[in-house]
């Protein structure tokens, strides 16, 4: 079994030393993507259809009864 | 050869590497059928390929190698995978991975780790480890892997055979698992340079469900020009201080020699920043790694990802759930994406009087399968010659150059954003010496 804690607790000194690493760079611009994001959106028209795409889920479903996925219940 | 022949050929050799978490045999061989029948003429007819289970090939499993979706078979294409159908190829199967892709050993799987056919008994890199020991077993002609911050070089490079990460956004990540969505791309691994850069040119160009994906066009139209002379390469005095082994350090070398002979111009440059590029990457992959793993949450896909991952997996979300935290951000991730802006600049300048870049691809040799590396910065210490590719989202690609102790190392290229097709040139003439 993993034990949570010890590794937060570990992990946090891993970032702390990486933290210390970059004490060096200096004040900049932050990249967070190198290229232009952009917000795409479709035509407004009617989306695609998805033809067989219910009997492809029913098919893909582990357990499917009488016309409902059966889902486990949290644990 | 006929598509059926070449798929029967691969189907009689075992997999004794655990390459492979699912193949489909039968699946394969209908479709090697059709495509014999219809005399395909697609720039992949024929080619058996293998797929890491990061990305979606419709009716497969596309397990992330993890417990998490043990049960998800994926219902849709992946645009790479769309475009390598509609070239004829045939997808034998689904291969073993880094859980979640977090690794660089092949090791954290949740299907048990995979064997290097080139260095049996070591480790084959990863995290795209079953792609490139099915290529390098001679299992499937080509694989495709994922590359967030090595995931097809290191793996590439220990296993003996050709990786290439493009520019950021050549390539679609649709129907990608993504693990750190500013940094990866799918990625091709091959025998030879040619295979790679084919099955590149075949998965790249614009995809409107990616947002990220570039208008790039016939960027491979040239085709291979594996001239090395005249070439400018830069090496950066910085490197050698960083690779572990001697061994690779001398193969690097001698590669680095070889060039001059054939042509080419060995330019120092410099990187000073090279050695925070671990510590940056880190950062941003937890923060991107826990925003990724969301979903996972017991309701829409599979069982809940804390409740069932490996210790490496769990790591990076809980270290990205703790930087995420408002109080941390200008601490950590903050001043990470101002380091990936340096060592963006830094590497962009170097690149600025040269060619491309030659460097090693990894700092030490691959070490012993069952012998666990305690401490994770060991494992991240793989991955420090193939990060800043990825932070600055520049094409580099690993050739073959040469081996220590009968072990491949492979020599990294890396060029200019856009330029892909000089760095696969260079490979080319390399790989050609």
């Given amino acids: 079994m993993v034990n949570q804690e010890k590794i937060l607790e570990e992990g946090k000194k891993i970032i702390e030393e990486f933290s210390e690493k970059l004490k060096g760079i200096p004040e900049t ?29 029913e098919d893909l479903a582990p357990k499917w009864d009488d016309g409902y996925v059966r889902c486990e219940k949290k644990r | 050869m006929k598509a059926l022949e070449n798929l029967e050929e691969k189907l009689e050799k075992k997999d004794k590497v655990n390459a492979f978490i699912k193949t489909y045999p039968e699946k394969a061989r209908e479709r090697a059928k059709a495509m014999d029948a219809e005399g395909g003429k697609g720039r992949l007819t024929g080619k058996v390929l293998a797929v890491k289970s990061n990305t979606c090939v419709d009716g497969f499993l596309t397990s992330c190698a993890s417990k998490t979706l043990e049960d998800y078979v994926a219902p849709y294409d992946a645009t790479a995978i769309e475009r390598v159908m509609d070239e004829g190829a045939i997808i034998l199967g689904m291969t073993n991975m880094d859980e979640f892709a977090c690794g660089a050993s092949g090791e954290t799987s949740s299907y048990g780790p995979t064997d290097n056919p080139a260095a049996p008994g070591r480790i084959p890199g990863g995290s795209s480890s079953g792609s490139a020991a099915a290529v390098a077993a001679g299992y499937v002609d080509m694989a495709l892997g994922s590359d967030t911050g090595g995931s097809v070089r290191n793996p590439a490079s ?39 850069a084919l099955l590149l040119d075949v998965i790249s160009g614009k995809d409107r469900r990616d947002a990220t994906s570039l208008d790039v066009t016939n960027w491979f139209a040239k085709g291979l020009d594996p001239k090395l002379k005249g070439k400018k390469i830069g090496y950066a005095k910085e490197f050698d201080d960083l ?137 991240y210490a793989y991955d420090v010659f193939t990060v800043p590719a ?31 097709q000089k760095v696969l040139d260079v490979m080319a003439g390399f790989e050609a010496l």
Avoid: W
Wanted: a positive charge; hydrophobic letters at 40%.
């Fill in chain 2, 158 to 196: 220990h296993c003996g055979v050709v990786g290439f990460k493009s520019t950021y956004g050549l390539v679609s990540r649709y129907g990608l698992c993504d693990m750190a969505m500013s940094l990866e791309q799918i990625a091709p691994i091959g025998r030879s340079v040619k295979d790679v």
């Fill in chain 2, 243 to 379: 690779i572990v082994d001697e061994g690779i350090e001398a193969v690097i070398h001698e590669g680095l020699e070889k060039m001059k002979k054939a042509g080419a111009k060995i330019k120092e440059v410099t990187l000073p920043s090279f050695d925070k590029a671990v510590a940056t990457y880190y950062l941003n992959v937890y923060v991107e790694f826990f925003s990724a793993t969301r979903k996972y949450d017991g309701r829409r896909y599979g069982h809940k990802i804390e409740d069932v991952c490996g210790e490496e997996v769990l790591r990076r979300i809980l270290l990205g759930s703790y930087i995420s935290q408002k109080e941390f951000q200008g601490k950590f991730y903050r001043k990470a994406l101002q380091a990936r802006s340096v060592i963006r600049s830094e590497l962009l300048r170097a690149l600025k009087g040269v060619d491309v870049l030659a460097s090693p691809t990894v700092p030490m040799l691959p070490h012993k399968l069952g012998e666990k590396l305690k401490d994770p910065r060991a494992m």
């Fill in chain 1, 29 to 57: 611009e932050e990249t967070h993507y190198v290229v232009d994001l952009k917000n795409v959106t479709r035509p407004d028209a009617p989306g695609e259809s998805h033809v067989g795409f219910r009997a492809k889920f």
């Fill in chain 2, 390 to 420: 990825n932070l600055a989202g520049v094409p580099a690609g690993v050739v073959p150059g040469g081996e220590v102790k009968k072990i491949p190392t492979g020599l990294q290229i890396i060029g200019k954003p856009l330029e892909d």
